[in-house]
């Protein structure tokens, strides 16, 4: 069963898609695809991760979510965002691709868009032996 979809504006976007999909699929397939939201848990956000020498940014599309009901933990190598809106709900966990100071964390919230920053963890030593 598909969500009402009368209120998105990519609706008639999606639907095309999914034609072509399923003509490119001929009567083997059948494809759907399921857009996210619509009060569903654990919605997909889009994010992207980008890295510098010394810093690892995590940008994260979270609409329609208070800056107070954003919930992130991190362990130094998995950032956990837990957002619940009114419409959406969002629960992601992100590998990091490189390990963070989980403790130099900063974080902030505009208009939608999460974005935190991580200092790289220290290279780990090398141990000499005697």
């Known amino acids: 069963m598909r969500r009402d979809d009368r209120d998105d504006p990519f609706d008639e976007f999606f639907r095309e898609l999914e034609r072509m ?21 654990g919605t997909d956000m889009h994010l992207d991760v980008h890295e510098t020498d010394d810093q690892l940014r995590v940008v994260a599309d979270v609409p329609g979510v208070d800056k107070d009901d954003i ?9 956990t965002i837990e957002a619940a809106g009114t419409h959406r709900d969002y629960d992601d966990q992100i590998t990091l691709p490189a390990r963070v100071d989980e403790h130099s964390a900063n974080a902030t919230y505009n208009n939608g868009v999460l ?16």
Not at 71 to 79: A, E, I, S
Not at 117 to 122: G, H, L, S, V
């Open 21 to 41: 999909m399923n003509d490119v699929m001929g009567p083997e397939g059948d494809v759907h695809i399921e857009q996210g939201g619509g009060g569903s848990r």
């Open 115 to 130: 974005e935190v920053t991580f200092d790289r963890a220290e290279d780990p030593s090398d141990i000499s032996l005697n």
């Open 71 to 79: 919930d992130l933990k991190c362990d130094g190598t998995v950032l």
